[in-house]
């Protein structure tokens, strides 16, 4: 992370004031699948090339694509099952135990190898809602 100078923002790397400016940013939100933010402060290094992206409120914005991902109409895709276990703060083997299912088949999801089937993507579903209302 780069420090906060009287003149601006230092770079890690050379100790030049960086340039913020606000522009689109891919977000890698899992392994495959990225969404596009549109105006996030991206600060430069006009002198090493240096580049750091601000997310200016990461748990927000992974709470908001998560709510989407179990809104969504049609089954789970892979990288969706990684996301959401990974959001939940889950190994395969929890998840898997808590679906009922083996970590074989986890694994075969999220590397998008097995589609999931109807019955654990409504409980992943399930599981990420229960867990908002216990107080996320």
């Known amino acids: 992370m780069s420090k906060r100078a009287s003149k601006g923002i230092v770079c ?5 004031v960086m340039k913020t400016t606000r522009e689109a940013h891919r977000y890698a939100v899992a392994r495959g699948w990225t969404v596009t933010l549109k105006s ?8 090493c090339g240096h580049t750091e992206v601000g997310i200016e409120r990461p748990n927000a914005l992974k709470r908001t694509i998560a709510r989407e991902v179990i809104r ?10 990684l996301f959401l276990r990974q959001y939940l703060g889950m190994s395969g083997r929890v998840l898997a135990r808590t ?15 097995l589609q999931i089937g109807p019955v654990p993507d409504r409980l992943l579903r399930t599981v990420f809602a229960l867990k908002r209302l216990d107080g996320e």
Do not use: F, I, Y
């Open 12 to 16: 890690t790397e050379c100790g030049s």
């Open 72 to 81: 969504k109409r049609g089954a789970l895709s892979g990288s969706e099952v």
């Open 99 to 113: 679906l009922g299912v083996t970590d074989v088949s986890v694994s075969r999801w999220e590397r998008q190898h």
């Open 40 to 47: 996030v402060p991206v600060n430069r290094c006009p002198e």
